[in-house]
C-alpha cells in the first residue's frame, strides 16, 4: 500500500527566510502525482503546488518550489521569502492515478514576525 | 457559489443518533470525494463518486456510513448510531479531472461533527 511520511510535525521560520518542509513516499509505481496542500485556520485546502512524476524538472510557483527525488522517494517542499500568510498546516499528499489520493500527516507552519 | 459547500459546518449530536452531512461541489465537477480528517491527522479517503455511482467506498469504516450522490451532483454523507470516535471533520471534495490524471482537488471547508 502507498504511504505518505512527513517527519516534522511543527516548524517555525522568521518572515522573509526560507524554510522546507520534509516529505517521503512509498510505492511500486513508475507514474503518479505529488502534491502540497495549504490548509490555513480556516480549514479549507487550498492546492500549493503539483508535480507529475514522469516530469525530472521540479515545478516552480512564485516562492514555492520542489525538490523531487524519484529514487529516493523524497518530495520536498521549499519556500522562500515566507510570509505570515504562510502559517497553515502543510499536508504532501499523492495519487498513482486511481483516483485515491493518500495524504501524510501535515507539517503545523508556523511564520514569526 | 464558486466553490465546494459543506453543510453544517458545525455538528453536535448524542451518542447513538443520525446524522447527516451535505456537500454541493463545484458545477460541473464530475469527480467528488469524502475524507474524514481527526484532531491532528491528515484526511483519511473515505469515498468517491465518479457521477452518480461510488466508484470505491473502501474507506468506509463500517457499515454505520453510507454516502449518496444520486443526481450527480450534491453529495449527502450519513451516518448511523453515532459513536464518540466518529468525532471528526468531515471533508468533501471535488474534480473536474476524470480519474487517473492526477488533477487538482477542490476542497470545502469541511463539517466539524461532535458527538458527546
Known amino acids: 500500500a502507498q504511504t505518505v511520511t512527513q517527519s516534522q510535525p511543527e516548524m517555525s521560520v522568521q518572515e522573509a527566510e526560507t524554510v522546507t518542509l520534509s516529505c517521503t513516499y512509498d510505492t511500486s509505481e513508475s507514474n503518479y502525482y505529488l502534491f502540497w496542500y495549504k490548509q490555513p485556520p480556516s480549514r479549507q485546502m487550498i492546492l500549493v503546488i503539483r508535480?507529475?512524476?514522469?516530469?525530472?524538472q521540479n515545478a516552480t510557483e512564485n516562492r514555492f518550489s520542489v525538490n523531487f527525488q524519484k529514487a529516493a522517494k523524497s518530495f520536498s517542499l521549499k519556500i522562500s521569502d515566507s510570509q505570515l500568510g504562510d502559517t497553515a498546516m502543510y499536508f504532501c499528499a499523492f495519487e498513482d492515478g486511481t483516483y485515491k489520493y493518500i495524504f501524510g500527516t501535515g507539517t503545523r507552519l508556523k511564520v514569526l514576525a | 457559489g464558486a466553490g465546494v459547500s459543506q453543510t453544517p459546518s458545525n455538528k453536535v449530536t448524542e451518542k447513538g443518533k443520525y446524522v447527516e452531512l451535505r456537500c454541493d461541489p463545484i458545477s460541473g465537477h464530475t469527480a467528488l470525494y469524502w475524507y474524514r480528517q481527526s484532531l491532528g491527522q491528515g484526511p483519511e479517503f473515505l469515498i468517491y463518486?465518479?457521477?452518480?455511482?461510488?466508484?470505491?467506498d473502501s474507506g468506509l469504516p463500517n457499515d454505520r456510513f453510507f454516502a449518496v450522490r444520486p443526481e450527480g451532483s450534491v453529495s449527502t454523507l450519513k451516518i448511523q448510531r453515532t459513536e464518540r470516535g466518529d468525532s471528526a471533520v468531515y471533508l468533501c471534495?471535488?474534480?473536474?479531472?476524470?480519474?487517473?490524471?492526477?488533477?487538482?482537488?477542490?476542497f470545502g471547508e469541511g463539517s466539524r461533527l461532535t458527538v458527546l
Open positions: 463518486f465518479q457521477g452518480t455511482g461510488a466508484a470505491d
Open positions: 508535480q507529475e512524476a514522469y516530469k525530472q
Open positions: 471534495a471535488s474534480s473536474l479531472t476524470l480519474a487517473g490524471v492526477g488533477g487538482e482537488l477542490f
